[in-house]
């Protein structure tokens, strides 16, 4: 491989990494500030997490089609990574979780910009025979930010909303820098469009068969999404924040590590086989996560990150050799955002449901999801 692509390829793993640690180390101190210091309910922080999964769906799917316009908008995405930085001073700020809502809408716009553009690089760049491999690595290094920015959560609790903001606009603005160096080195190999349906490559599945499965995993997934989850593993299981976020990160982070292993799968074996796999996974998932003791729920909440997150560099994989592959990565990202945010607002109307108890004690609001998880295991046998 080329230096100058090798070296592109490398900060954009990086920045995947000084990304989410901004994003992670965000996460839990708006959750716990929107919920304890303004009594939001469970469906109003629902809300502050839907509305920047909702904004970043639908930006993600203009993203894609604006790269289609010229592959030099792929800047774009790197101011908008920066502008993150200034939006996230303007949580300290407010008095209702309306307002968080209305700044996580602005963060999920900007973020809906930023990371499908930088997939899309890092996808449509590396060569085909270790594609899934390299973007299961880009994806792995922001699962160690995950974890990370946990930890950094925990460590500068005492630092108030306002300093932990101050942070994770310095690591946003690091972020949008590391891509513009990247794109830079990149350009030569960006094609955000090939004409017709010609090519070296064409998808190895069917590309809206994967848009569909995407959609429902997505759906089932949201539990494990932003704010929500740090609330509901906390208020379940009788733990403090700083716990919380660390054992989540832990989770996030060991399965994007076991993920590695099935973008192998993907790379020298058999795509379909490791999508029937994650979806299994995902189906499972909330099953496990409703019944109320401390193993399940992690165990549920692992097994649906693992399963999406092995999903993630298969799907962009599929999706890059298809001849609108800008459109088509950026559509992966809307169709996943948007039925995250149906999952998760799912997740918070059906909260007050309260849980059913018997031999074991099960929550409802994550029972709701089996219909959703039976769906997605018939579109998997269909899959061709």
Known sequence: MERPRLIGIAL?????????????????????????????SMLSVSIVSMSFVLARAFSSVFGGLMLERGKKLVYVGAVAMMLNGLAVQLYPLTSTWVQVAGIKLLNGFLNGLGWPMAQFVIAVTTPGEIRARVTSVYFFFGSIASLLGNYVYAYTAGWGLSGQMWLSSAFFLLTGLIMVGSYALLSGWIVPKRKGLGGTEKPSLDPRRILIIASLMAIIVAFTSGEITYVYVSETLGLDRATTATLIGWA???????????????????????????SILAAVSPLLAAVKTAPTVFLGIFLALFAFQSFRPISRKVLASYHRSSLAIGGVNGVQNLSTFVGGMLFGLAYSLGELHGVVTLNLALLSFLPVSAALLWETVKLK
């Open 12 to 40: 954009l793993i990086v920045s995947a990494f000084t990304g989410t640690l901004a994003f992670r180390l965000a996460t839990p101190a708006i959750a716990f500030y929107t919920r304890d210091v303004l009594n939001a």
């Open 252 to 278: 996030g982070f060991l399965a994007a590590l076991l993920g590695y292993g099935v973008s192998w799968m993907a790379d020298v074996g058999s795509e379909r086989r490791t999508v029937v796999l994650t």
